[in-house]
């Protein structure tokens, strides 16, 4: 990238990569890897019209790991500095070496196999630099929360807007002959209006975040759709005790894939510590959901064409007709399972959860339809999931609906099950598709659940 980007051009970073590993070698180490990154971005927030904190970060760091042994009796080091001077290397790859010379021999650990490496990564074009000035980051954010304020009088108050924009790069590199990196950004629109006043009170929020600025919604639609948000919460009420249908929205139907992922990824399944242990090759979903893996999609927010370790990503069906195909593994967890790696050392990579019988028609009304009487949930509170067991228990607001129509808004309530029955009762997935993070669904409809309130 050229110099008003960044300091360095990524040609600089491969050499300081080259360095390190040299450096890694002369020292004594068997394999080394290192990651250099640099980075520069713009925060601000604005608070009922006025400037709250502007923030501006201009980041740099490398991290090197040092391996020593052959296999099955290796032992590992890490270190980092954010000084790039030569000495600064040597000192950095030294005390990684030291570190490795007294941590015990792990049979797991080591570098990627030579043939699973990405050598030839290609541009996913995954940088959009957006070098906005303090004064327009400003604007922006103040017409967006200006939007949800005039909206409607009872919105009161609001918890701020923020505009972020950030790019950053990287080379990573390792001694087995893998080198690759690439620049790549991501900026975000967002606020979080509050309606009501004294005890009846409600916030809501809602943003938008892309690689491209130029794709960011109109910060006056993000501000006005928040502020519709929080002024239908208003008078909400409790609900007694029941069982019904439960319709996930889209950004938390993403949270249910993201339960799905940390089930089945390798670290959770060789500490035995997965409801979903031994689910390869089985039924884990009704036979219509289908879950895809596409890493290579130009510009996404969750592309790559390798993973944290170097190795090469690839689209992949993580589960078919409801049974799982894969799972998500890095290089570590995948010896310690008997596998080979998934090229997901850091995470899934733009997955997508559809339904074979999801019409182009299945908008969100149409969902509520095919809820007819239930739950819709638009919120959730807490932490109440127990990948162990699979239960699912959550602190809950959203509205009850009646032959397809929103009633009221519902508040202090709890949602619970299991995720083993939610992803087997899985009715129908909405055409409403919704991206947050690398995941990718549109609402979700659970036939049963219980609701639990006064």
């Known amino acids: 990238m050229s110099n008003p980007v960044f300091t360095h051009s990524q040609d600089q970073l491969r050499q300081l990569a080259q360095d390190v590993l040299r450096f890694a070698k002369e020292k004594g180490a068997t394999d080394a890897a290192v990651e250099i990154s640099e980075g520069n971005g713009l925060a601000v927030t604005v608070r009922k019209g006025n400037i709250e904190t502007i923030e501006q970060n201009k980041d740099k760091g490398i991290g090197v790991t040092v391996y020593l042994g052959e296999e099955r009796h290796i032992r590992r080091g890490d270190a980092s500095t954010s000084d790039f001077s030569q000495k600064s290397l040597q000192d950095t790859v030294e005390a990684a070496y030291n570190i490795a010379r007294f941590t015990a021999e792990d049979d797991c650990a080591g570098l990627p196999d030579a043939d699973t490496l990405e050598m030839h990564p290609r541009d996913l074009q995954l940088c959009y630099p957006w070098l906005i000035s303090t004064e327009d980051a400003v604007d922006i954010a103040q017409r967006c929360e200006a939007a949800a304020f005039a909206v409607d009088k009872r919105i009161t108050n609001s918890e701020g807007a923020s505009v972020y924009a950030q790019q950053s790069h990287f080379v990573a590199a390792n001694t087995r002959g893998f080198m690759g990196g690439y620049p790549y950004s991501r900026h975000t629109i967002s606020v979080a209006p509050i309606a009501g006043k ?5 916030r809501d929020d809602w943003y938008s975040s ?20 929080a002024l239908a919460r208003l008078n909400g009420r409790k609900l007694d005790t029941r069982k019904c249908p439960v319709l996930f929205e889209a950004p938390l139907a993403a949270g249910l894939l993201g339960s799905f992922v940390q089930a089945v990824s390798g670290g959770a399944l060789y500490r035995k510590s997965s409801f979903l242990l031994g689910a390869l090759g089985k039924q884990v979903f009704a036979p219509h959901i289908q879950v895809v893996e596409d890493p290579h999609i130009i510009g996404a927010v969750g592309s790559s064409p390798f993973d944290e370790e170097g190795v090469k990503t690839s689209r992949r069906d993580v589960v078919t007709d409801g049974v799982v195909q894969g799972y998500f593994l890095s290089t570590y967890s995948s010896r310690k399972l008997g596998m080979k790696t998934t090229g997901n050392a850091g995470g ?27 739950l819709l949930v638009t919120e959730l509170m807490g932490q109440g999931v127990n990948y162990v067991t699979g239960d699912y228990s959550r602190g809950a607001s959203g509205y009850w609906v009646e032959k397809g129509v929103i009633q009221y808004p519902v508040e202090e309530i709890t949602i619970a099950g299991n995720l083993k029955d939610m992803f087997m009762q899985i009715v129908a997935v909405g055409a409403d598709t919704l991206i947050r993070g690398t995941k990718r669904t549109g609402s979700i409809l659970i036939e049963n659940m219980t609701v639990a309130g006064n």
């Open 198 to 202: 004294g005890a009846n009170m409600q």
């Open 210 to 229: 892309t690689r491209d600025p130029e794709k960011l919604a109109r910060p006056e639609d993000i501000g006005r759709y928040a502020a519709e948000r």
């Open 348 to 374: 899934s990579h733009n997955l997508s959860l559809v339904s074979s019988l999801t019409q182009e028609g299945d908008s969100f009304a149409e969902m509520l339809k095919k809820l007819d009487t239930g």
